[in-house]
Every structure is written in structure tokens, then in C-alpha cells.
């Protein structure tokens, strides 16, 4: 194994790591080190089946971190949720006047 592939092999899987654990403030030290390697390895060519499991470690790497981002938006949407749900509902009452009803603090939930 040469070099460059190896060490970006290794930042692959610091990357899978950091994004596993989700240790996102790993990742801004990870990437620019991974950058670097690609452009070092864009001006060679290599071994093409360590190539190969390099491309599938950055694709998984990609899904994992695609799989966070969506964890991470459904989560504020559920903030949001119980933000909006603990503010109360307005609502007619039996006179035609409005009034708010569930006005009160509601805790999130450990699932």
C-alpha cells in the first residue's frame, strides 16, 4: 500500500469514527487533512482495488453522516414540536370569545 492511499484510508476511518461517536468538532480536523490527501492522490495513479474500498469507505462515510443530518433535523423539528405544544392552543368557547387552553410547560421526553 502506498503512502497517500494508506493515510487517506486512515483519515476515512478517523472520519467513520468522529461521525459515529458524533464528535462533529473531530471533523474540522479531519477534513482539511483528507482534502490534502485527495489532491496529492488526484496527481498519481494507484493501486486500483484499494481505490476501490476507498471510494466505498467515502460513500459510507457520506451516508453516516447523511443519517446525522437527518437525526439532527428531526430532533429540532421535535423541539419545535413541544416548543409550540407548552405556548397552548387558542380556541372557541361555548360564548363564541376565544381562550387559551394547555398553556403549560411541557418537558421533552427520553425515548
Same mark, same amino acid.
Request: net charge positive.
Given at each position: 500500500m502506498k503512502p497517500v492511499l494508506q493515510d487517506l484510508y486512515d483519515? =476515512?476511518? $478517523?472520519?467513520? %469514527?468522529?461521525?459515529?461517536?458524533?464528535?462533529?468538532?473531530?471533523?474540522?480536523?479531519?477534513?482539511?487533512?483528507?482534502?490534502?490527501l485527495i489532491e496529492r492522490l488526484n496527481n498519481q495513479t494507484e493501486n486500483p482495488k484499494l481505490l476501490a474500498q476507498i471510494r466505498e469507505s467515502s460513500m459510507s462515510n457520506a451516508?453516516? =453522516?447523511? $443519517?446525522?443530518? %437527518?437525526?439532527?433535523?428531526?430532533?429540532?423539528?421535535?423541539?419545535?414540536?413541544?416548543?409550540?405544544?407548552s405556548s397552548g392552543s387558542t380556541v372557541y368557547g361555548p360564548k363564541g370569545t376565544t381562550q387559551t387552553i394547555g398553556a403549560s410547560p411541557v418537558a421533552p421526553q427520553n425515548r
Open positions: 483519515a =476515512l476511518e $478517523a472520519e467513520r %469514527r468522529a461521525l459515529l461517536s458524533h464528535n462533529f468538532a473531530e471533523l474540522d480536523e479531519i477534513i482539511p487533512i483528507k482534502t490534502a451516508r453516516i =453522516l447523511k $443519517a446525522s443530518q %437527518r437525526g439532527i433535523e428531526m430532533a429540532i423539528r421535535r423541539v419545535s414540536q413541544l416548543r409550540k405544544a
